[in-house]
């Protein structure tokens, strides 16, 4: 597997957009499809979950079978270094001041539900309106 060139990535991804979609994670800095995420999204809910929680999330993870991944993907210790640092950096570059400021700049902040933890994210999808939507 090689990477994409990123304007060929970002056309791919805006001709697979439709009226109704779920993109997960994936944030880049300012370009035509984080425009379009923010501006045609009903919903953006940002997991502001501090670094150390992140960490415990991945550690958990590893070599455990998940039904959202394939089985040649499971996680091991020596495969979730670069993880680690991308969290580290993730944190250090400000990335969530970076999310707040496109919201604004793409009238998004209305749209725009932070969670903090866990917890808030049990609360807000067993109290949500989008709670009687799941399946």
Not at 35 to 64: A, M, N, P, T, W
Request: charge should be neutral; hydrophobic fraction near 40%; charged fraction near 35%.
């Amino acid at each position: 597997m090689s990477p994409v060139d990123k304007d060929v990535f970002v056309k791919k991804i805006l001709a697979l957009a439709g009226e109704k979609w779920i993109m997960d994670g994936n944030h880049s800095p300012d370009d035509a499809l984080t425009k379009h995420r923010f501006i045609k999204s009903d919903l953006i809910v940002f997991l502001d979950f501090e670094e150390q929680i992140c960490i415990e999330g991945i550690k958990g993870r590893i070599g455990r079978k998940r039904p959202d991944v394939p089985d040649f993907l499971v996680e091991t210790e020596e495969g979730v270094g670069w993880l680690y640092a991308h969290v580290k950096r993730w944190h250090a570059d400000k990335k969530p001041e970076l999310i707040l400021s496109q919201a604004q700049k793409y009238n998004a902040t209305e749209k725009l539900v932070i969670l903090k933890n866990r917890q808030e994210v049990d609360d807000f999808l067993n109290k949500s309106i989008y709670a009687a939507k799941r399946i």
